[in-house]
């Protein structure tokens, strides 16, 4: 980062302090948020109800087209080359068995590629997207091990993986930092996130922590993860005669991409279409790569449309993930058992050119009261592939530190775990003193203890055995922030037949979208949700939702409001004097039975088919822009949960099953049972693969990933899953649309340390290194 940028981030960074304190000061109704959305007053509509997922029967079929499924005439496929060190420059480049391969009709390197300009990173600007500036294959330099070299494309998959596998290079190597460890005693730096220092300080914790009645201080560990979608990373790209990049792609941000991509080739932003119907899973690693470019700058090149689908080894050298952390919690209380320090301090990697540390405080920051606090994030640099968003980003790891150290300060202070979280249950948020806009953790932790069973617990260690097996119980708190990220839109086109279709730029990644949305709106418009369709996963539609920080569904539910607010102000002025709407304001109506009645009046009542005709219209169209998401700095909000975690230890092999798992969340309103808690289901069994199984094994002197394959990278399969079992608490936030807060990350946070604290309550041996892995307890 150049002085000029370092100043206008730090200046950026105090214009949000500024405005975030304004904000916070401000009146409620002056806020989004603060009149609650109707529709969390409305019963017996479609939202609540268990609907299942619309793209069911086409995905069951066949009939669902995912990214690397588009035909085009005169397709070619293509595969990557990448650098085998971690830094220097490429010295000899050989192409030429590769272009002898039957089929091959191009070998692109950066010595003939188009010339690109620099990605724009994401955060530099709104629609920016990119996780580095790393050039895109222009010139010889090599930043990481993995890095595209070539790209190769052929008139079959076969041929071009073949040509890819046959290119050779050299490298005049440079001095690399590829270790942690080495990476540490060249001094770290003050990590950022969202313009903001990832440091709080509150009284002098240290202090306080060493005159503390009760204390305990433990460093814990987390290693890398890599993103494993089962749909790979692929995408279809073709370029029209009028210049125009079409990019079918499997992306979490088809607005993001097509602005990036478009600024990457010095195109006009309406020259890149990019569409994405279907995503086969995301969390967080489906952004923006450099494959992407690469392959439309390989078809621009080839004149014809190329399809490149990463292989899985692939995905591992390009695609980034969470990076190591290491983490000190350090936690004093009083007699009683109230926490009079909390420390939360340690250090992540990341690349030199990448924005994203791994932000492991952000749960610590408001889960507990605490007279004093400290809580810091330190990065260092390695020389590595970025790193990315990845399955709750920072709370995912941070939550188990977190949680597992008020593990041990419970046994400490002879306090049951659960009793000890409810004596420092704040009032406010702890560091912001904002009011949360809804929180009822302890109702979850009550009513989770008592599903679970918690009472049959005993509290001291290696208590109960069956056979071979050691058996124990734990729990933890899982947390996870409520986000609206600015830049959504939406367009309602309402037809005379009574037929409505709502157009964003959003996505589905397989949790239900255009299902819960179609049930939003058929409330929202007082429509059947058979006359309702929902157009999206196209970057024409208006908005840029980012199917990412569990946020799409209050950015979509945001815009449709401003949407429908619109529509009715349109209707009103079709309506013309003789309507019995006539006059009236659109919070004074209501949307019923496919039309507009007032609200203090549901007998003044006009079908939309009826305006519309005295209008003479087909149609109504309207777009709107939802308020910026000022209620982010007028409240604290977050979702929460209560993690209860059955494990089994054997005693002779050191083996760990997971018997029984029980989440119990705190998410404000619950709009589709049945894909909430499938998405409930889906965190969880995540969050078991981070405290069970999932590391990225780094060669530290190379700088690769050495296990790039479903084969040595473990995830859970069926039979590592227990009998998950899922309940809320379905109390609307007043202050978020439909009351809803997001579901889709809180699973994976608390879980890996309820399954530790369960695994200490068996064997009585604390692992705070993760993976838990048989070797660590035998």
């Not at 069951?60 to 397709?75: M, S, Y």
């Not at 604290?757 to 035998?778: E, H, M, Q, S």
């Amino acid at each position: 980062m150049s002085i000029l940028d370092g100043a206008k981030q730090r200046a950026q960074g105090l214009a949000m302090a500024a405005l975030t304190k304004a904000v916070a000061l401000a009146p409620d109704k002056w806020i989004p948020g603060g009149t609650p959305d109707p529709l969390i007053r409305r019963q017996n509509g479609e939202v609540g109800k268990p609907v299942s997922r619309l793209d069911g029967p086409m995905k069951v079929a066949g009939q669902a087209r995912f990214a690397a499924e588009f035909e085009a005439p005169n397709l070619a496929y293509a595969a990557i080359a990448h650098a085998g060190v971690a830094k220097g420059r490429i010295a000899t480049l050989d192409t030429a068995a590769a272009e002898a391969v039957p089929g091959v009709v191009l070998v692109m390197t950066h010595r003939h590629a188009p010339r690109l300009n620099p990605p724009p990173v994401f955060m530099s600007a709104s629609k920016a997207a990119f996780p580095d500036d790393v050039p895109i294959l222009q010139d010889d330099r090599i930043h990481w091990n993995g890095q595209p070299i070539a790209i190769v494309v052929a008139d079959s998959q076969e041929a071009a993986r073949e040509g890819a596998s046959l290119i050779r290079a050299t490298y005049a190597e440079e001095a690399a930092v590829t270790s942690f460890a080495v990476a540490r005693a060249k001094g770290p730096k003050q990590a950022t996130f969202m313009m903001q220092p990832l440091r709080n300080e509150i009284g002098d914790a240290e202090r306080a922590l060493a005159t503390a009645h009760y204390r305990i201080d433990a460093t814990y560990s987390t290693p890398r993860h890599n993103h494993n979608a089962i749909e790979l990373h692929g995408l279809t790209c073709l370029w029209d005669e009028d210049g125009t990049l079409r990019i079918h792609d499997t992306t979490q941000m088809v607005a993001h991409e097509a602005w990036s991509v478009a600024r990457v080739f010095g195109l006009p932003e309406e020259k890149v279409i990019v569409t994405s119907p279907f995503v086969g899973g995301g969390f967080g690693g489906k952004g923006l790569w450099q494959h992407q470019a690469i392959a439309a700058a390989a078809a621009k090149l080839a004149g014809r449309p190329v399809r490149l689908m990463l292989s899985r080894e692939s995905v591992y050298r390009l695609v980034g993930g969470r990076a190591p952390t290491e983490q000190r919690v350090a936690l004093g209380a009083d007699a009683e058992g109230k926490l009079t320090a909390l420390i939360h301090t340690g250090v992540t990697a990341k690349s030199p050119a990448s924005a994203m540390p791994e932000p492991f405080i952000l749960p610590t920051r408001s889960a507990y009261a605490a007279e004093t606090m400290l809580l810091d994030v330190q990065t260092v640099e390695i020389d590595s592939l970025a790193n990315t968003f990845m399955r709750a980003p920072g709370e995912a790891v941070g939550t188990f530190a977190l949680e597992c150290a008020i593990d041990e300060l419970a046994e400490v202070a002879g306090i049951d775990p659960i009793e000890l979280r409810i004596r420092n249950e704040p009032d406010k948020d702890p560091v912001s003193g904002l009011a949360f806009s809804g929180r009822h953790l302890v109702e979850a932790y009550r009513t989770g203890a008592e599903r679970f069973g918690w009472d049959r617990r005993s509290a001291a260690p290696r208590s109960r055995r069956e056979g071979e097996w050691w058996v124990g119980m734990g729990c933890a708190t899982g947390t996870y922030p409520y986000y609206r990220m600015p830049g959504a839109a939406a367009r309602i086109t309402l037809t005379a037949a009574g037929e409505a279709v709502i157009h964003i730029a959003a996505h589905e990644m397989g949790m239900g979208t255009a299902t819960v949305q179609v049930q939003i709106a058929a409330d929202r418009l007082g429509l059947d949700p058979a006359a309702i369709r929902f157009n999206y996963g196209d970057s024409t539609l208006p908005g840029a939702v980012m199917a990412g920080g569990s946020q799409q569904t209050a950015a979509i539910g945001a815009s449709v409001v401003a949407a429908q607010r619109a529509l009715v102000t349109e209707l009103v002025k079709l309506a013309g004097n003789d309507s019995p709407i006539a006059g009236a304001k659109p919070d004074e109506l209501a949307c019923r039975d496919a039309g507009l009645c007032r609200g203090d009046d549901p007998g003044a009542f006009e079908s939309y088919a009826s305006i519309l005709a005295r209008a003479n219209r087909a149609e109504v169209s309207v777009e709107a822009t939802p308020p910026m998401p000022l209620e982010l700095m007028h409240w604290s909000m977050h979702s929460h949960s209560a993690m209860f975690a059955e494990v089994r230890v054997n005693a002779v092999t050191g083996e760990v099953r997971v018997s029984r798992f029980l989440g119990s969340f705190d998410c404000g309103r619950i709009l589709n049972p049945k894909t909430a808690a499938s998405q409930f289901r889906g965190g969880i069994i995540m969050g078991l693969g981070l405290a069970l199984m999932e590391e990225t094994q780094f060669d530290e002197r190379k700088g690769r990933v050495m296990n790039p394959s479903l084969a040595e990278y473990h995830v859970p399969v069926h039979l590592d899953v227990p009998d998950i079992e899922v309940i809320w608490t379905d109390i609307p936030d007043p202050h978020t649309p439909m009351g809803a807060r997001g579901i889709g990350e809180i699973g994976i946070t608390g879980t890996g340390a309820a399954v530790a604290n369960a695994i200490y309550n068996a064997v009585g041996r604390r692992v705070r290194d993760l993976p838990i892995t048989l070797d660590k307890l035998l």
